[in-house]
């Protein structure tokens, strides 16, 4: 079983940054796909990025692309998500995923996610 907390939301005006952090608890990320997801109000869940540490490939998604970064520390057992030049329509609820043959969906484990907020 694993756990998974996510930390680092809050809000932040148009062209900042923020990084979000995933820890894990239960089994190391090490072999692990780790995702993360964003929940716009009224939207549905979408993929924003995720990174197969095994084969090391890693996918964004269009809409992040070049300003979104995954990343880990192995020594803590986090996976982070280095997010600059944030834009409004980047406000939603950020969840991270673990463990899934498929980067883009069907993870087995999920955080309870953490708010991150653009102003305009």
């Known amino acids: 079983q694993v756990q998974l907390v996510e930390s680092g939301g809050g809000l932040v005006q148009a062209g900042g940054s923020l990084r979000l952090s995933c820890a894990a608890s239960?089994?190391?990320?090490?072999?692990?796909?780790v995702g993360w997801f964003r929940q716009a109000p009224g939207k549905e869940r979408e993929f924003v990025a995720a990174?197969?540490?095994?084969?090391?490939?890693?996918r964004y998604a269009d809409s992040v692309k070049g300003r979104f970064t995954i990343s880990r520390d192995s020594a803590k057992n986090t996976v982070y998500l280095q997010m600059n030049s944030l834009k409004p329509e980047d406000t939603a609820v950020y969840y991270c995923?673990?463990?899934?043959?498929?980067?883009?969906?069907?993870?087995?484990?999920w955080g309870q996610g953490t708010q991150v907020t653009v102003s305009s």
């Open positions: 995923a673990a463990d899934s043959r498929d980067l883009y969906a069907d993870y087995n484990y």
């Open positions: 239960g089994r190391t990320f090490s072999k692990y796909t």
């Open positions: 990174k197969n540490w095994s084969t090391f490939s890693t």
